[in-house]
């Protein structure tokens, strides 16, 4: 459900563009790791997934599920909340770990969380926590990189401008893209792997920005 009310939005709210490494289609039992810079992302991302053919179970913080109608939706959609900082946040991995096992595709925010600036510009990925590292490690499922630009012009900053933002969007329709890498696999150590689903996500990140004419410079500041 969430994916298909995604792509219908998607394109309403801006002009979305999607590449993809390879010809075939995404795995299943895969991880989709994606960068993550704004509360509008997720429903670019569903939309450029779901023309791909692919709905992914989703990671997602447990706050969203008290939200009435999405909470119904990600209940039913068997989408996986994650109870940060709490006991209960080992368990998000497990069921992770059991939809991978059954086939699914499960869609990774390797951040874990928004960056807390307020401008709509974009800037590489942030730190990636350890999550994602050990659900690859624990499951043994490649890992797919994918990056998205544009969404932080749909919806950024204090809440008023956010709301505003995506009140205006159909009108302004900003350009959003987003790019699926080839699939990794990673080895080595916590540590290293999580190193490894950085450099892959912020590659594909790399790609889609320079896709938008904004490439990004070398040290990661906002593209121009």
């Known amino acids: 459900m969430l994916s298909r009310i995604a792509s219908t939005l998607a394109p309403l709210l801006g002009n979305l563009t999607v590449t993809i490494d390879g010809d075939g289609?995404?795995?299943?039992?895969?991880?989709?790791?994606?960068?993550?810079?704004?509360?509008?992302?997720?429903?670019v991302v569903l939309a450029a997934l779901h023309g791909l053919g692919v709905e992914p179970v989703v990671m997602a913080t447990a706050g969203l599920w008290r939200i009435p109608l999405l909470g119904r939706a990600l209940r039913n959609g068997g989408h996986i909340p994650v109870h940060r900082r709490t006991h209960r946040a080992a368990a998000a991995l497990d069921g992770a770990a059991a939809a991978l096992a059954a086939g699914?595709?499960?869609?990774?925010?390797?951040?874990?969380?928004?960056?807390r600036r307020r401008d709509a510009g974009d800037l590489a990925p942030g730190p990636f926590r350890s999550g994602l590292a050990r659900l690859a490690e624990?499951?043994?499922?490649?890992?797919?990189?994918l990056g998205q630009c544009g969404a932080r012009r749909l919806s950024s900053g204090s809440?008023?401008?956010?709301?505003?933002?995506?009140?205006?969007?159909?009108?302004?329709?900003?350009?959003?893209?987003?790019?699926?890498?080839?699939?990794?696999?990673?080895?080595?150590?916590?540590?290293?792997?999580?190193?490894?689903?950085?450099?892959?996500?912020?590659?594909?990140?790399?790609?889609?920005?320079?896709?938008?004419?904004?490439?990004?410079?070398?040290?990661?500041?906002?593209?121009?």
């Not at 289609?25 to 429903?43: C, E, M, V």
């Not at 540590?191 to 892959?200: L, R």
């Open 25 to 43: 289609p995404l795995a299943p039992g895969s991880i989709i790791a994606a960068n993550h810079t704004s509360l509008a992302d997720p429903a």
């Open 104 to 115: 699914h595709l499960v869609l990774v925010y390797g951040e874990g969380g928004l960056p």
């Open 138 to 145: 624990a499951s043994g499922a490649p890992v797919v990189p």
């Open 159 to 224: 809440s008023s401008k956010q709301v505003a933002g995506l009140l205006t969007a159909p009108l302004r329709r900003p350009d959003l893209h987003v790019h699926v890498g080839e699939p990794v696999h990673l080895t080595g150590d916590v540590a290293t792997a999580t190193a490894a689903a950085h450099a892959a996500v912020t590659a594909a990140w790399r790609t889609a920005a320079r896709q938008l004419g904004r490439a990004a410079a070398a040290g990661g500041s906002p593209p121009t």
